[in-house]
T-cell receptor
C-alpha cells in the first residue's frame, strides 16, 4: 500500500532563517506531488505541484520554492522566512497515470515563524 | 475559473440525527468532485468522489454525497451522525481535463453533540 511521510511535524523558526520541509511517498512510482498551505485551520491553497523529477509548477508568487530531486521526494524550501509564511503545510500525492483526481495527504507540518 | 463554496462555517447536529454539509461548485467542463475530512492537526482524509455515473456516491464511515448537475451541488450526507464525526470537512473540485489540481472550499466544521 502507498504511504506518505512529511517531516518535521512541527517547526518554530525566526524571521529570516531558512526552511526545508520534506515529503516522501512509498509504494508507488511516478506520482504527481503537491504542496498546499492551510492558513488559520481553514482553506487550502495550492503552492506547487510536480509531475516528474525536476518539474515544478508554482501556483502563486511567494517566498517559497519547491524541488523534486527524486521520483518520490518533494521538498519545500525558503532562503529567508517571513512572518506570513507561518501556517500548516500539507504534502499530497496522486496517481501520475490514470489519475481520477483524488489526492492523498501527509500529516502536515506546522510552521511558526517568530 | 473553478471555485467551490461551502456556505456554512459550522453545522451543529445532535447525535443520531441526519446531517448535511453543503457544497456548490463552478467549473467549466465535466467536474470531478471530492469530499475530505480533517481532524485537528492532521492531514486531510479522502471520503468520497464523484467522477461519472450514479449521482449518489457512497464513501467511507457511512457518508454519501449527491451530485446535482442542475444545481451545481455536491452535498455531503449521513443518515445518523456520530460524535466522532465532529471534524472539519472540505469539498473540492477539479476539471476532468485537469485532474490533480484540486480547488478546495473553505471548509465546514461539523459539531455533533451527544
Amino acid at each position: 500500500s502507498q504511504t506518505i511521510h512529511q517531516w518535521p511535524a512541527t517547526l518554530v523558526q525566526p524571521v529570516g532563517s531558512p526552511l526545508s520541509l520534506e515529503c516522501t511517498v512509498e509504494g508507488t512510482s511516478n506520482p504527481n506531488l503537491y504542496w498546499y498551505r492551510q492558513a488559520a485551520g481553514r482553506g487550502l491553497q495550492l503552492l506547487f505541484y510536480s509531475v516528474g523529477i525536476g518539474q515544478i509548477s508554482s501556483e502563486v508568487p511567494q517566498n517559497l520554492s519547491a524541488s523534486r530531486p527524486q521520483d518520490r521526494q518533494f521538498i519545500l524550501s525558503s532562503k529567508k522566512l517571513l512572518l506570513s509564511d507561518s501556517g500548516f503545510y500539507l504534502c499530497a500525492w496522486s496517481q501520475g497515470s490514470g489519475n481520477t483526481g483524488e489526492l492523498f495527504f501527509g500529516e502536515g507540518s506546522r510552521l511558526t515563524v517568530l | 475559473a473553478q471555485s467551490v463554496a461551502q456556505p456554512e462555517d459550522q453545522v451543529n447536529v445532535a447525535e443520531g440525527n441526519p446531517l448535511t454539509v453543503k457544497c456548490t461548485y463552478s467549473v467549466s467542463g465535466n467536474p470531478y468532485l471530492f469530499w475530505y475530512v480533517q481532524y485537528p492537526n492532521r492531514g486531510l482524509q479522502f471520503l468520497l468522489k464523484y467522477i461519472t455515473g450514479d449521482n449518489l456516491v457512497k464513501g467511507s464511515y457511512g457518508f454519501e454525497a449527491e451530485f446535482n448537475k442542475s444545481q451545481t451541488s455536491f452535498h455531503l450526507k449521513k443518515p445518523s451522525a456520530l460524535v466522532s464525526d465532529s471534524a472539519l470537512y472540505f469539498c473540492a473540485v477539479t476539471r476532468s481535463s485537469n485532474t490533480g489540481k484540486l480547488i478546495f472550499g473553505q471548509g465546514t466544521t461539523l459539531q455533533v453533540k451527544p
